[in-house]
């Protein structure tokens, strides 16, 4: 079926930034999908794309088993732009000379300008760019002119005008490439001829219109955790199908302090029919006596769907389950099976005998996306910057056996943490911070007296997306007032220590 909206397709080769050339398209406003090499022209073609990017990888064109697309993709019936090692490949595949590289060139390099009507127009003569690689490109194909070059790379980029292939040594995905967005604005709207049409506006449109369509008289009910993914999930099937969405929201008594009352009142607000559940002591009793982390989550996850099953056959005939799946998961599941196109079922532990359809409405967005569409909805920036938080919530956070009075110690560490840095005003450019209680005691004096009690671990971490983070260097005058109110405030704490570990080594929670 041809797309009602302009589509390019990223090709990937493995390439460590495959992600981020997708991410950079749709910021510029065009709707890309990322396939693996083996997609072929014939699959392709019938979603009517208007150009192709090749991402990089780490194979050299000459190495047993390297990825190779079909060459169909280079027959010049779609514009090509080829990154780094997608560059290499058409140079390959059509005929040029690929070196095989004696020493990388890696990091900052000066690209000079040869030919401005390729992809540089409007750029100056010399510019900085981002090369990471080992083999390049010694002489482009017939049919090709050279565009650019650098000290080590004699075709840093090189293009074909009668068959509207293009290929550049250096990633412009990189932030790393300052002009890098501004070239690839330049293939997709000035060689594609993109219009620009990828907004939360259009999305929003035409998901309700499809969900609508898919769910015709059916019912639908979802999970609300309260972040950003289900809520909006939950914000767009309840503008396309209005009161036939029902969403359950299960606290498993391990919230932060305030947050069951927050969201009972967000999705009031918002109209959204919630069924809230109330199993605190149930979770409780079952994490009575457990120790072991990864056993403190298998049990939250199993009683979590019990609890989701019993309160779904409550509502007796559904159809449809939501899901806030988003493209990162999409897009893993599909390389890894090598499927083209496919939507992948992230059902997150719901079992199959529920006999619901998924459905999925924000798979093809990326986190940033969903932001947007959240704002476009309507919905209250506090939602929308809502930091990420555990599905096992404060259970990862009482280290040991979880007590309902720990989960009160952490649960007051928590929200005196969060005050002081929202007062602050650093609670944006954080990515996460909370408190952990850790089940060792140490000796303190207070008043006169001695006292002999559990320590409070402070975490605070900047991160892009929760795979790397950095421990936040937070004011001194914030800690001494986080440590001052944690101890005076939080009967059965007297000692505050500040984590200071990056991820990796350590990773974000303690459990
Ligand atoms: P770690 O601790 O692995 O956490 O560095 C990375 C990010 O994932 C969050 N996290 C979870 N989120 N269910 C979730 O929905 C979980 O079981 C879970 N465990 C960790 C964590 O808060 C951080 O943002």
Redesign the pocket.
Known sequence: MPEKRDLVFVVDFGGQYTQLIARRIRELKVYCEIVPYTATWAELRERTPRGLVFSGGPASVYAPGAPRCDPALLAGEVPVLGICYGMQLMAHLLGGKVKRGEKREYGPARLTVIREDALFRGLPREIPVWMSHGDLVEAPPPGFLVAAATSQSPVAAMFDPARKLYGVQFHPEVHHTPQGKEILAHFLYEICGCRGDWTPASFVAEQVEEIRRTVGSARVVGAL?G?VDSTVAATLVHRAVGDRLTCIFVDHGLLRKGEKEDLAKTFHGLGIRTVLVDAGARFLEKLQGVTDPEEK?RIIGREFIRVFEEEAARLGEVGFLLQGTLYPDVIESGTQTAAVIKTHHNVGGIPADLKLQLLEPLRWLFKDEVRRVGLELGLPEAIIWRQ?????GLA?RVLGEVTREKLEVVREADWIVTEEIRRAGLDREI??FFAVLLPVRSVGVMGDERTYAHPVVVRAVT?ED?MT?DWARLPFEVLARISSRIVNEVPGVNRVLYDITS?PPA???WE
Not at 388 to 392: N, S, T
């Open positions: 955790s972040g989550r990420p938080f555990p599905g096992p990862v990515w996460q991160s929760a983070a991820k990773t974000i929670e």
